[in-house]
Every structure is written in structure tokens, then in C-alpha cells.
């Protein structure tokens, strides 16, 4: 499933330390602004220790996680929506992602330049929103001006677009994202044909120093940009970028020695990935055979036949049912056939909603 995050963040607060930790993809990193140009886009395996321990009961050829796309974004600032910096640029990369990591500095180091000139979360957060907000204010008065004239002919379409419009127009005017506002099912559809910044999703990251890592209650930037978060119904992850970058060198025993010792229960990567699963609604099901074990992503909602289709078109075209057991049912019986013995797996049809952790085997015909 081709979804995908964009990490952004004015320059210099260590979005792309985090981007090349997390993805070991190797974007320029560098104390000035513009260090990263073009959007470098890194694939990551999703953990989920759920996998590994279906490998172990099924003992296949092979196993195959999921895996995630994170976007690194070139740093945004004042001015981006009028063209400053690569500005317009940066805002088309943001358009073609799903979601948005914000990255956030709340340190302060005499040694990494500031863009600002000094470290200050919320006054960064609120630069990059208003640019985002300017850009989309921009979309929707375009469109509006070819919609009135439509509107005041009565036309049915016309009119509804026009008043989604106003009050997009409304909300922006008082420097408010898009998905601020409370909106029906059908204005939600018109809205999406407008491809806004600021209806997507976000996560804020907030990138500490190493000692604030297991203290970031004492940590005033964090809890800022967490009362920040709070009032429009955002998440905050605290990160260190840092750090991240050590953790990235790792691999296994290794890796989880070097977190023990830091008294760090999960890396930045594991959380990162959690928190934007939640923020797409996204779920994992696994199929689980001799040839392999695999992890597959889908939206949490998602029907049997069109959580086939992820797997290949031809399952979806020629679905005839799915066998379908729960992650749990299926380790406590210890494999499939004790757990079909204990009645634990179910044929499902067109119509079952595919649930996370979900062990499916799909029968088709075409």
C-alpha cells in the first residue's frame, strides 16, 4: 500500500538526522539551510514482533514484513507560499504525501544555527502552518471565483461547492488549518478534490537532546508543543535525532543492548511508524504458509475481498471467501489445524471487515 509521510520541519531542527537514522538512506545532512533539495524518499520494514513469532510456529521458506515510506521534505520558511527559499517547490512535495511528521527542535545547542536565531517550537510550528494555510487559502480563492459564477446560475453541485469554499475561506482567514473544521461526508468528498495541505494529517516530532530523551516532562519546548498538539487534536512523539542515528548502526542483540542501556523501551523508528499507522488508520493482517510468512498493510475498514486486492487484483476479482483466525487464537492453539480442531477459524465472505492481526488464507477463482 503506497502510503506515505512527509517529514517536515524548518531548516536546521534535525528532520533529516531523523530521515537518514531512521531510514539509513543517506540524505545530505549539513548545518545550512537547503541541504536537501530534492525530497529523498526511504522505505522502511514496519517491526512487529507479531511477525516473528508467526515465523517461528509456521517455520516458513521465507518472511516478509511490510514495510512504510517516509518522504524527507526540504525545510520550509517564511514566505515558502509566495515562493522564499524553494518554497512553492516544497509545498507541491507535500501535496503527494498522505500525512505529515512535523519535526520540531526543543533543544538548544550554540553549535547548530537556527534559522530564527534562536529555539523556539511554537513559533516554528505556527510558520510552517500559516505557509501552509497561505498556500491553501491561495487553491480555494481560485477555485472560488470559477464556482460563483456556476453558483449564482443555481446550479445544485455549483452551490454546495461554493459554500464549502466560504467556509474554508473563513477558517484560513483566522489562520486555522483545513481539518479544523467540522465537516459532513459530502463537504468531506468536495474538499478532497482540492488536494489541501492542511486537511492532511499530523504528527508533531519533537527532537530533544540526549539527556532530556527520559525526562522530557522537564523539558519545556515539549510540553509546549504538547498543549499546542492537544488543542487541535494532534499527537507528539519525542525523539532523539541524535541518538536515532546511533540506534540506526545496530542491528538485533546489539540494538537492543544499546536501548536497555539507555533505559529506552522502543527507538524513534518504532514509534514513529506506530504513531503514523494510527494517524492513516492503518491496519496489518498476515498470511502465513510453508512458502512464507507475510505482513500486509491495509485501512482500518477495509472489506475481505479489497484487503485480498492488496495481495494481488486477481484475488479480489475472483474472491470467493477468506479463513480467517486471530493472531492470538492461532499462537495459543500453537498452529492452524489445533486451531481449526478448536473451532478458532472462521470462513468469511464479501462482506467481513479484515481486522489487525488477522491471519487470512483467501480462496479465489478466475
Known amino acids: 500500500m503506497a502510503l506515505t ?4 520541519g524548518l531548516p536546521n531542527v534535525g528532520k533529516s538526522t531523523l530521515f537518514n537514522a531512521i531510514t539509513q538512506a543517506g540524505a545530505e545532512s549539513a548545518n545550512y539551510p537547503f541541504c536537501t533539495i530534492d525530497p529523498n524518499v526511504g522505505i522502511v520494514e514496519v517491526p512487529d514482533q507479531r511477525l516473528q513469532t508467526l515465523t517461528e510456529l509456521v517455520n516458513p521458506k521465507k518472511t516478509v514484513p511490510t514495510a512504510f515510506e517516509f518522504t524527507d521534505i526540504a525545510g520550509i520558511v517564511e514566505g515558502a507560499s509566495k515562493g522564499e527559499g524553494l518554497g512553492n517547490k516544497f509545498l507541491s512535495h507535500i501535496r503527494q504525501v498522505d500525512a505529515i511528521s512535523h519535526v520540531v527542535r526543543c533543544f538548544n545547542d550554540g553549535d547548530i544555527t537556527h534559522v530564527s536565531g534562536s529555539v523556539d517550537p511554537i513559533r516554528d510550528i505556527e510558520v510552517i502552518n500559516l505557509e501552509l494555510i497561505l498556500a491553501d487559502l491561495e487553491t480555494v480563492e481560485k477555485r472560488s471565483a470559477k464556482v460563483a459564477k456556476m ?44 488536494q489541501l495541505l492542511t486537511m492532511k494529517p499530523v504528527l508533531y516530532v519533537a527532537n530533544v537532546s540526549e539527556e ?155
Open 151 to 194: 453558483a449564482k446560475s443555481k446550479d445544485k453541485d455549483a452551490v454546495a461547492e461554493y459554500d464549502v469554499l466560504q467556509k474554508l475561506i473563513a477558517v484560513f482567514e483566522e489562520e486555522k488549518p483545513a481539518r479544523s473544521l467540522d465537516l459532513s461526508d459530502e463537504e468531506k468528498k468536495i474538499v478532497h478534490g482540492f
Open 212 to 366: 532530556d530523551l527520559l525526562s522530557e516532562e522537564d523539558n519545556q519546548y515539549v510540553q509546549a508543543v504538547k498543549e499546542y498538539a492537544a488543542k487541535e487534536g494532534s499527537e507528539v512523539i519525542t525523539v532523539c535525532a541524535k541518538i536515532e542515528s546511533e540506534i540506526a548502526e545496530l542491528e538485533g542483540e546489539e540494538k537492543q543492548e544499546f536501548l536497555d542501556e539507555l533505559g529506552i523501551e522502543e527507538s524513534g523508528l518504532d514509534q514513529l511508524i506506530k504513531a503514523a499507522y494510527t494517524l492513516l488508520g492503518l491496519e496489518t493482517y498476515f498470511t502465513a504458509g510453508e512458502q512464507e510468512v507475510r505482513a500486509w498493510t491495509i485501512k482500518s475498514g477495509t472489506k475481505a475481498p479489497q484487503a485480498a486486492g492488496v495481495i494481488h487484483s486477481d484475488f479480489e476479482r475472483g474472491f470467493i471467501r477468506a479463513e480467517v483466525v486471530s493472531y492470538e487464537d492461532l499462537v495459543t492453539a500453537g498452529s492452524m489445524n489445533a486451531a481449526k480442531e478448536a473451532g478458532n477459524v472462521r470462513l468469511e465472505g464479501k462482506d467481513y471487515v479484515v481486522q489487525d492481526g488477522d491471519v487470512v488464507h483467501f480462496r479465489f477463482n478466475v
Open 5 to 8: 509521510t512527509g517529514i517536515v
